[in-house]
């Protein structure tokens, strides 16, 4: 077993697994919800084609609202679970490895403000 297999399997890592579970689930509720947007575009521009008068269409989109709310929710949660993995780094190697945010921010090849406020549990 190499050094990084045995690292990648040690519980001090649990929570990297725990937040790339956390994004892959998220990436799927994602592509899911796009999937459903497609169908009803498709179903949408079909009834236009066969005629449906362009108030219908506003009201039927009114109605697809629960899907568009649904998607918006979906890529909120992959956009944090991303946050939550990069924050994460960030602070393993800041609190866990006592590099500099400098430092840190030469291997993710991002500034040192951005670094900052990843650690500070910002968007960056």
């Known amino acids: 077993m190499t050094e990084r297999s045995r690292a990648a399997a040690s519980p001090e890592t649990d929570w990297v697994l725990e937040i790339l579970a956390e994004i892959r689930r998220s990436a799927t509720a994602v592509e899911a919800s796009m999937a459903e947007i497609r169908m009803v575009a498709e179903r949408h ?3 236009y084609r066969a005629g449906t008068s362009f108030g219908q269409l506003s009201h039927d989109l009114q109605l ?27 602070r393993e ?14 291997i993710m090849d991002v500034t040192r403000q951005q670094v900052k406020r990843l650690y500070d549990g910002r968007d960056a």
């Open 93 to 106: 190697f800041v609190d866990g490895q006592g590099m500099s945010l400098a430092n840190v921010a030469a």
């Open 64 to 90: 697809d609202r629960p899907i568009r709310h649904g998607a918006d929710a979906a890529i909120v949660a992959y956009r944090t679970a991303l946050r939550d993995l990069r924050t994460a780094v960030v």
């Open 45 to 47: 521009i079909e009834a």
